[in-house]
């Protein structure tokens, strides 16, 4: 199995629940600018929406949006999928409020142009990060362990970091937590080299 992603894109949430599950898989690096993967293909052979992430399976089959790739993780390795007899529909119901809701609002944020656009954009992601954060059933967002919703939601709050968005405390806390896993230290390692 191989993960297409781009360094610190949204394709990290993927990266880190491969890791944390333990997956056999590889890595490709995709310039986004240029549409070139690593070893020089074309990267819109390979997603026709020139967008990581992008997983390709041994069999060659290509499976592409953060939702649909974070919830086939999660039916392979249940530990990190939610809990409870509506834990697949918490999962779908996390998942996509950060897709819909909190990446897309960065999107706002990175068109954003003057400060009143900027400090309205700023102002939505708070309160979306406000909205998540009373989700929390522990430490995660599910509980005393990380789901595949909580990858995705990291990656969120590192890029509030890089913004200057500010999180709730839960969320402040929730992001150190994360950084100190040892499958988000050797995801970033990885992104950094
Ligand atoms: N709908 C896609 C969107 C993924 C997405 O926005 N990927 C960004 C990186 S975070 C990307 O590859 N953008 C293409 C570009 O910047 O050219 C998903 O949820 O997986």
Same mark, same amino acid.
Not at 22 to 33: D, H, I, P, S, T
Not at 114 to 130: L, M, N, P, S, Y
């Given at each position: 199995?191989?993960? =297409?992603?781009?360094? $610190?894109?949204?394709?990290? @949430? ?5 890791? &944390? ?6 890595? &490709?690096?995709?310039? *986004?600018?240029? $549409? ?28 592409? &949006? ?10 392979? =390795? ?6 409870? %007899? ?6 779908? %119901? ?6 819909? &809701? ?6 706002? *944020?990175?068109? @954003?142009?003057?400060?009143? /656009?900027?400090?309205?954009? $700023? ?13 929390? $059933?522990?430490?995660? *967002? ?18 509030? %970091? ?8 839960? *969320?402040?806390?929730?992001? /150190?937590?994360?950084?100190?896993? /040892? @499958? ?6 990885? %992104?950094?080299?």
């Amino acid at each position: 199995m191989k993960l =297409y992603y781009s360094p $610190k894109a949204c394709s990290l @949430a993927d990266h880190i629940a491969l890791q &944390e599950a333990g997956a056999k898989f590889v890595v &490709e690096r995709v310039n *986004l600018a240029t $549409k070139r993967t690593a070893a020089g293909r074309d990267f819109n052979e390979i997603n026709v929406k020139g967008c990581v992430p992008v997983i390709e399976m041994d069999d060659g089959a290509i499976l592409t &949006e953060n939702v649909a790739i974070l919830d086939w993780i999660a039916a392979q =390795y249940p530990t990190l999928g939610g809990s409870g %007899e509506m834990g697949r529909t918490r999962l779908i %119901e996390s998942l996509t409020f950060i897709s819909t &809701e909190l990446h897309h609002s960065f999107r706002h *944020l990175m068109d @954003a142009k003057g400060d009143a /656009e900027v400090a309205q954009a $700023k102002a939505g992601i708070q309160t979306r990060f406000h909205w998540i954060s009373d989700t929390f $059933k522990g430490d995660y *967002l599910f509980g005393d362990h990380p789901s595949v919703a909580d990858c995705y939601l990291f990656v969120m709050t590192l890029w509030a %970091e890089r913004f200057g968005v500010n999180v709730p405390t839960r *969320l402040s806390s929730f992001r /150190e937590r994360m950084k100190g896993r /040892e @499958a988000v230290k050797i995801a970033l390692a990885v %992104e950094a080299a």
